[in-house]
Nanobody, 126 residues
């Protein structure tokens, strides 16, 4: 199974970006997806999360500016998005997607994993 994140970049204060993360593989269940971020010198922190049923939670710092959404498909492509508006330099960080997955591993063994994507850099200039 693989989580592939994309959509980061450089944007000016007040601008917008949309991050995407696709979970692919022989996924049996995708019970929750989330975005985390790590700014230089800081620990990784939760930005937003969304459950299988679509319930979303946000860090206080991004409420009202960021929106998380997801879609799931029968073709085993599970995608989570993070729409980021009104960006500020304080949002500069590497953003990581995360998913709670159950999938078929080698030999068709069930594997439960809290999987991480590779990270995508978001830089907001002032």
């Amino acid at each position: 199974v693989q989580l592939q994140a994309s959509g980061g970049g450089l944007v000016q204060r007040g601008g917008s970006l949309r991050l995407s993360c696709v979970a692919s593989g022989r996924i049996i269940r995708n019970s929750g997806m989330a975005w985390y971020r790590r700014a230089p010198g800081n620990q990784r922190e939760l930005v937003a999360e969304i459950t299988e049923s679509g319930s979303a939670n946000y860090a206080d710092a991004v409420k009202g500016r960021f929106t998380i959404s997801r879609d799931t498909g029968n073709n085993a492509k599970n995608t989570v998005y993070l729409q980021m508006n009104s960006l500020s330099p304080e949002d500069t960080a590497v953003y990581y997607c995360h998913a709670d997955l159950v999938y078929y591993g080698a030999g068709d063994v069930f594997v439960a994993e809290k999987a991480w994507g590779q990270g995508t850099q978001v830089t907001v200039s002032s």
